[in-house]
């Protein structure tokens, strides 16, 4: 079941000192060139400020001086201000500064006028430059990991050729604003460059890190920028016997905020019979529309805001 996190979460890590990694290409974003011929592969960390794992794993691949084999390898701390601002006395407020981060990608050719969408300006030649694209995640509530391949054919092969986690979730992303994922090329069934974003587990869980390291260690090789001895020893986990893919076909939002699940979901459960009444929003049953509906992150009881999804369902193909 999903254990519901309190507002001040235990922190099973600690969390890397990234100021040493200012000065790059750009603030925070560190540009490794082979010199040889090969793709452009980004991984990319703190998209939301409190997702941690994916700091540690770019932080560790840095400070081990890892140097592409071919092609380039970029590196970046995103919402770095946000992180800046993490206090644990209330640990969910650093997800963002002014916006989220991860909805703004839609908008970057506007002039910029919050933290995010000023970052994003900066990030933007880099991530226009990548073939590539790993986006490491976190998430509120215990749930297992899911790698998040977008709606693209391009994008479940890619997630099946790294392997793992288990769960691979097919989506179209948020109504609120595009992601980085989807962004130019990365959308574009047309285009060769391709992009996964991995919600790693609960953002401070141990386990968090393991997979965020596992899942980049996977990557880096699968894209051919490094072989299996250039990393860290340790990353790589056992590969997982099967995969399956959910693809969303609904969103549920809370019109004003008042939704009140029928019972605690693990996440990803498959919900056998159509017309189960999963919550209800202020007095609205709101029921699975079809047989074996998945859960595709469901969230807790945490306080919400009116228009935020509380779960999406989907699928299994």
């Given at each position: 079941?999903?254990?519901?996190?309190?507002?001040?979460?235990?922190?099973?890590?600690?969390?890397?000192?990234?100021?040493?990694?200012?000065?790059?290409?750009?603030?925070?974003?560190?540009?490794?060139?082979?010199?040889?011929?090969?793709?452009?592969?980004?991984?990319?960390?703190?998209?939301?400020?409190?997702?941690?794992?994916?700091?540690?794993?770019?932080?560790?691949?840095?400070?081990?001086?890892?140097?592409?084999?071919?092609?380039?390898?970029?590196?970046?701390?995103?919402?770095?201000?946000?992180?800046?601002?993490?206090?644990?006395?209330?640990?969910?407020?650093?997800?963002?500064?002014?916006?989220?981060?991860?909805?703004?990608?839609?908008?970057?050719?506007?002039?910029?006028?919050?933290?995010?969408?000023?970052?994003?300006?900066?990030?933007?030649?880099?991530?226009?430059?990548?073939?590539?694209?790993?986006?490491?995640?976190?998430?509120?509530?215990?749930?297992?990991?899911?790698?998040?391949?977008?709606?693209?054919?391009?994008?479940?092969?890619?997630?099946?050729?790294?392997?793992?986690?288990?769960?691979?979730?097919?989506?179209?992303?948020?109504?609120?604003?595009?992601?980085?994922?989807?962004?130019?090329?990365?959308?574009?069934?047309?285009?060769?460059?391709?992009?996964?974003?991995?919600?790693?587990?609960?953002?401070?869980?141990?386990?968090?890190?393991?997979?965020?390291?596992?899942?980049?260690?996977?990557?880096?090789?699968?894209?051919?920028?490094?072989?299996?001895?250039?990393?860290?020893?340790?990353?790589?986990?056992?590969?997982?016997?099967?995969?399956?893919?959910?693809?969303?076909?609904?969103?549920?939002?809370?019109?004003?905020?008042?939704?009140?699940?029928?019972?605690?979901?693990?996440?990803?459960?498959?919900?056998?019979?159509?017309?189960?009444?999963l919550g209800h929003d202020d007095d609205e049953p709101v029921t699975t529309p079809y047989d074996d509906c998945v859960l595709v992150m469901p969230s807790s009881s945490r306080p919400l805001r009116p228009g935020v999804t509380v779960v999406r369902l989907g699928r299994l193909t």
């Amino acid at each position: 079941m999903v254990k519901n996190m309190s507002d001040t979460p235990p922190i099973e890590f600690a969390f890397p000192d990234l100021r040493k990694w200012e000065k790059g290409a750009a603030p925070y974003i560190h540009v490794l060139e082979s010199g040889k011929p090969g793709p452009t592969v980004m991984v990319a960390s703190l998209t939301h400020g409190n997702e941690v794992s994916g700091a540690i794993v770019v932080d560790a691949l840095l400070t081990a001086g890892v140097k592409p084999r071919k092609g380039t390898l970029i590196l970046s701390f995103n919402n770095i201000e946000a992180y800046h601002s993490f206090d644990r006395r209330t640990p969910f407020k650093s997800r963002l500064v002014d916006e989220d981060f991860n909805r703004v990608w839609g908008r970057v050719d506007e002039p910029a006028t919050t933290v995010e969408t000023k970052r994003a300006q900066v990030l933007r030649p880099f991530v226009e430059r990548a073939d590539l694209l790993l986006d490491l995640h976190s998430m509120h509530d215990d749930c297992v990991p899911l790698m998040l391949s977008g709606p693209l054919d391009k994008g479940v092969a890619f997630a099946k050729a790294i392997g793992t986690p288990v769960d691979i979730v097919r989506d179209a992303g948020h109504a609120a604003g595009m992601r980085m994922r989807d962004y130019g090329g990365f959308g574009d069934p047309k285009s060769p460059k391709n992009a996964l974003l991995i919600e790693t587990g609960q953002h401070w869980r141990a386990s968090s890190v393991v997979v965020a390291k596992d899942v980049t260690a996977r990557f880096l090789v699968e894209t051919g920028v490094l072989e299996e001895g250039d990393l860290p020893a340790g990353w790589r986990q056992p590969t997982p016997s099967s995969q399956r893919v959910v693809e969303v076909t609904h969103a549920v939002a809370t019109k004003r905020g008042n939704f009140t699940p029928a019972q605690r979901f693990e996440g990803q459960d498959v919900i056998p019979k159509a017309g189960t009444v999963l919550g209800h929003d202020d007095d609205e049953p709101v029921t699975t529309p079809y047989d074996d509906c998945v859960l595709v992150m469901p969230s807790s009881s945490r306080p919400l805001r009116p228009g935020v999804t509380v779960v999406r369902l989907g699928r299994l193909t």
